[in-house]
């Protein structure tokens, strides 16, 4: 009932204002035929597999940030999708409940 797409990147670059790193984990899509918990629950066990995961949404896209917020993602910077449509930049980190 869930889809998650993403990349692993072959090298650091930069989403937005913000650096990633070789490594990192760059979300790009996440989907769900169900609005019944299932996609956290699949969001949450991803985490476990991927220390740090980076993506991109549109900043108009509240319903999107209010979940990704509620999966323990933090805004951390800005971005442009096609150059001209704003969106923010969020971050999870699997060890960030021991050290942050």
Excluded: W
């Amino acid at each position: 009932d869930v889809v998650i797409t993403y990349s692993i990147n072959r090298r650091a670059h930069k989403i937005g204002d913000v650096n990633t790193f070789k490594g990192d984990c760059i979300l790009h899509q996440i989907g769900s035929k169900n609005q019944n918990g299932s996609a956290s629950r699949v969001l949450q066990k991803f985490f476990k597999e991927h220390r740090r995961v980076f993506l991109g949404v549109h900043n108009s896209n509240k319903i999107a940030k209010k979940f990704y917020e509620k999966n323990n993602m933090k805004l951390v910077g800005h971005m442009t999708f096609k150059t001209t449509i704003p969106g923010d930049v969020y971050f999870h980190d699997n060890l960030q409940g021991i050290f942050g």
